[in-house]
């Protein structure tokens, strides 16, 4: 049959409607699909051994003849085997399958066959369970690197595999969209030759073609897009003129000697701010490393123009938090600090919407209370976000809407998390970036540990000698509810041992620290109760807080000196490192204490990086090695494409080339109006389709 790009799967021999369904869950419809479906590893099948000679690790391929008919016998209802032994000039091997009853017709005594498993020996008999084989001389997925793919349930790599060679003859009818002078400039493959080869490569260095030519493709129009944004952003009109003051009058109020990475950031944003253009900043920096002086800063500058300020913070307890330090801080210097939250009296509220209507609030601090119908500002020209990854554009576009006055509010936005910085720089499209890469003297490191299972009852007899002298501590799980197969303290579970916040904060409670005041918090209790919780550990109230990791955005509680994380290699190295920021925030020796029962090897490596540095930017890079892009920011907001292939921690270098290659391209064609150009303008809007907008 003729198979073009958009040949249905249902059209393949073997693929019917059960089929199509489950490959419909990967997104598989089409040929073209199966294409850019790319391999996640490869299995190198090319070497052929013969009996003898097969090594005893890992999977090979063995050439062999069937020296026998299989033998097939049912051991009881579900469970057939069929036996055969296979013979070369070596010796034999003794092969066994189970629940494949039609390998008794599919091999046949005499013929010769090539057998791809894992060889076992007891004594000097060799052996191969369920190996995969292939009649030799018509070998598809032996003799050959073979892909394996990322797979779902009822859909075998071997049928991927399968289909995807099949599909392969119409990799020829795929337009090839990068500009000739690119490809030339940049030595890359024809799309035809990548395809074929990253699929099924000929030899590592037609793999590495095939790989540099698709992981440069994706960078390249995604560096495109996002010049689209920046050039959107910087044609985005006036953004409000504050005028310049000297930052010595800033610095006069602060109780302490800023880092000169603070510095700095200061005067990136004051250059920002007046510029007449709209600033749009990240801010990012480790926890506690001062972000806040920053906004304050910020928002002061602003206040001494005669303009209003709005932080956005995404909970309550922390929205006071920075309500209490900024007013203790600005209000010598007359800036006139409000709070609106969802939870204020009506009374209260209202009053605060009429002085931000008429000017006399300066600095509004705020949760989503300040998007909410009936609040408007009287000449806002300031946006500060705390924790981007819990605001997405719109809601920064829905408080820049209430700004009055016509021009293009200011945005700053802090994030906590710190992320290698030519991510950010992608990550963050429409943003500049700043770091604060330097901590504030005098700030004692957590000491950080990795305990196993059998050290539980000394680490609770650690939590109550930190109570005894006055401290609090944090107790972190990764689940909330209770199943049949939660491990309770010091049991092991059948299941995952994954720790449930209620079950176990409730054994806490009762049996392990019945003398303590311990509170119990997670995400499905409502916001008041979670608000209460909250509040009242950072009083004082509450000595153990047993919680999920809804306490990672958080508050500042320097009496809280130790952090204990259950199940501590469930969690990613970045979110844990977020949770350890959760201590060390006052004068006293704060301690993390990272409990696991994980036998693996790697899971306790990357724990042990976490436990031997504090710099956020080196776990950062770790937790993108480990775990790639797209789980580093778990639900992401900020609309931009997933990348299939390229490696952006590994691809630094492919990375700037892909992106000087867009500049240089959009010098020359700003619009990608020119014939060559529109097939690079039609895949980034298919790439951006989340954000149409930017061609606008």
Same mark, same amino acid.
């Given at each position: 049959?003729d ?6 799967l249902?059209s393949?021999p073997?693929?019917g409607?059960?089929r199509?369904k489950?490959?419909?869950? $990967? ?7 199966? $294409?850019?479906w790319?391999? !996640?590893?490869y ?12 090594p005893?690790?890992g ?9 026998e ?23 034999a ?15 046949r005594?005499?013929?010769?066959y090539?057998f791809? =498993?894992?060889?076992e020996?007891q004594?000097? !008999? ?5 190996p ?7 070998q ?9 793919y ?7 790599n071997h ?5 995807t060679?099949q599909a ?13 002078h690119?490809?030339q ?9 990548a395809?074929i080869?990253?699929?099924?490569p000929?030899?590592e260095?037609?793999l590495?073609?095939? !790989?540099?030519?698709?992981a ?5 129009y995604l560096?495109?897009?996002l010049?689209?944004?920046?050039s ?6 006036e ?6 003051r000297p ?11 800023p880092?000169?990475?603070q ?9 920002d701010?007046t510029?007449g253009r709209?600033?749009?900043r ?9 972000k806040?002086a ?15 300020t709005?932080?956005m913070?995404p909970?309550e307890?922390l ?12 209000s ?7 709070l609106?939250t ?5 009374s209260e509220k ?8 008429? =000017? ?7 949760t989503?209370?300040?998007?909410s119908e009936?609040v408007?500002?009287?000449r806002?020209a300031?946006?500060?976000?705390d924790?981007?990854h819990?605001f ?6 829905a408080?820049?809407?209430k700004?009055?006055g =016509?021009?293009a509010p ?10 290698p ?7 963050y499209?429409?943003l500049d970036?700043?770091?604060i ?5 005098g700030?004692t ?6 305990v ?21 501590a944090?107790?972190?799980c ?17 299941a995952?041992?994954?720790k449930a ?12 620290f ?35 990791t809804v ?7 320097p ?24 201590v ?7 301690h ?11 899971a306790?490596?990357?724990?042990h ?5 504090t710099?956020g930017?080196?776990i ?8 790639g892009p =797209?789980?580093?920011f ?9 990348m ?8 630094m270098r ?14 020359q ?10 097939p @690079?303008?039609?895949r @980034?809007? !298919? ?8 061609f606008?």
């Amino acid at each position: 049959m003729d198979i073009t790009p958009n040949t249905p799967l249902t059209s393949f021999p073997g693929v019917g409607e059960v089929r199509a369904k489950k490959l419909e869950k $990967l997104g598989l419809s089409t040929a073209a699909s199966l $294409l850019s479906w790319y391999p !996640r590893d490869y299995e190198d099948r090319r070497t052929v051994y013969a009996i003898r000679d097969a090594p005893l690790e890992g999977r090979v391929c063995v050439t062999a003849m069937a020296a026998e008919h299989p033998r097939l016998s049912r051991i009881r209802k579900g469970l057939e085997l069929v036996q055969v032994k296979v013979v070369d000039h070596t010796g034999a091997l003794y092969l066994t399958f189970f629940n494949q009853g039609y390998i008794e017709r599919a091999i046949r005594a005499g013929e010769e066959y090539i057998f791809y =498993g894992a060889v076992e020996e007891q004594g000097r !008999r060799r052996s191969m369970v369920n190996p995969i084989f292939e009649r030799a001389g018509r070998q598809s997925f032996t003799g050959c690197i073979m892909p394996i793919y990322r797979l779902t349930a009822g859909v075998s790599n071997h049928l991927l595999a399968s289909l995807t060679r099949q599909a392969l003859p119409c990799a020829e009818a795929l337009p090839e969209t990068l500009p000739q002078h690119i490809r030339q400039e940049h030595g890359l493959a024809a799309v035809e030759f990548a395809i074929i080869n990253i699929h099924f490569p000929e030899d590592e260095k037609a793999l590495e073609l095939a !790989r540099r030519r698709l992981a440069f493709e994706e960078l390249f129009y995604l560096a495109v897009g996002l010049c689209f944004l920046k050039s959107r952003r910087d044609e985005g009109g006036e953004g409000f003129p504050i005028p310049p003051r000297p930052k010595e009058e800033f610095l006069s109020l602060l109780p302490f000697t800023p880092t000169d990475a603070q510095s700095r950031v200061m005067d990136e944003a004051a250059a920002d701010m007046t510029s007449g253009r709209p600033m749009n900043r990240l801010v990012q920096g480790d926890v506690g490393s001062g972000k806040t002086a920053v906004a304050a800063f910020a928002g002061w500058l602003c206040a001494k123009g005669g303009f209003q300020t709005a932080l956005m913070a995404p909970t309550e307890v922390l929205a006071e938090q920075h309500f209490k330090s900024l007013s203790a801080l600005l209000s010598p210097a007359g800036v006139r600090v409000g709070l609106l939250t969802g939870s204020m009296k009506q009374s209260e509220k209202k009053k605060v919407r009429e002085a931000l209507a008429s =000017g006399e609030i300066d600095f509004a601090v705020g949760t989503h209370a300040l998007i909410s119908e009936g609040v408007e500002f009287r000449r806002l020209a300031l946006i500060v976000a705390d924790e981007q990854h819990r605001f997405g554009v719109a809601q920064r576009a829905a408080l820049a809407a209430k700004g009055g006055g =016509g021009a293009a509010p200011h945005v700053l936005v802090m994030s906590a998390t710190p992320i290698p910085r030519t991510l950010a720089l992608m990550i963050y499209g429409d943003l500049d970036v700043s770091v604060i890469d330097q901590l504030p003297p005098g700030r004692t490191p957590i000491a950080t540990y990795v305990v196993r299972e059998d050290k539980r009852q000394r680490m609770y007899g650690f939590v109550r000698k930190q109570v005894a002298e006055g401290r609090q501590a944090y107790i972190i799980c990764p689940a909330v509810e209770e199943n049949p197969d939660a491990a309770l303290p010091g049991e092991e579970s059948p299941a995952l041992n994954l720790k449930a916040v209620k079950t176990y904060g409730e054994k806490l409670r009762k049996e392990v620290f019945p003398n303590l005041r311990l509170d119990i918090l997670h995400g499905k209790l409502k916001p008041k109760e979670k608000e209460a919780a909250m509040a009242a550990f950072a009083r004082g109230d509450t000595q153990v807080l047993v919680a999920t990791t809804v306490v990672e955005v958080g508050v500042d509680v320097p009496n809280a000196s130790l952090i204990i994380i259950e199940n501590a290699d469930r969690f990613g190295l970045s979110q844990l490192h977020q949770l350890r920021g959760r201590v060390g925030r006052g004068e006293h020796q704060s301690h993390c204490v990272l409990i696991t029962g994980t036998r693996s090897l790697e899971a306790m490596e990357r724990l042990h990086t976490l436990a031997s540095t504090t710099d956020g930017f080196k776990i950062s890079e770790e937790d993108l090695k480990a775990r790639g892009p =797209g789980d580093f920011f778990g639900n992401r907001q900020h609309g931009l494409p997933q990348m299939k292939l390229a490696d952006l921690s590994g691809d630094m270098r492919l990375l700037s080339e892909a992106q000087e290659a867009a500049r240089s391209l959009l010098e020359q064609d700003p619009q990608l109006t020119a014939p060559e150009n529109r097939p @690079v303008l039609e895949r @980034v809007r !298919r790439l951006f389709a989340d954000t149409p907008d930017i061609f606008n």
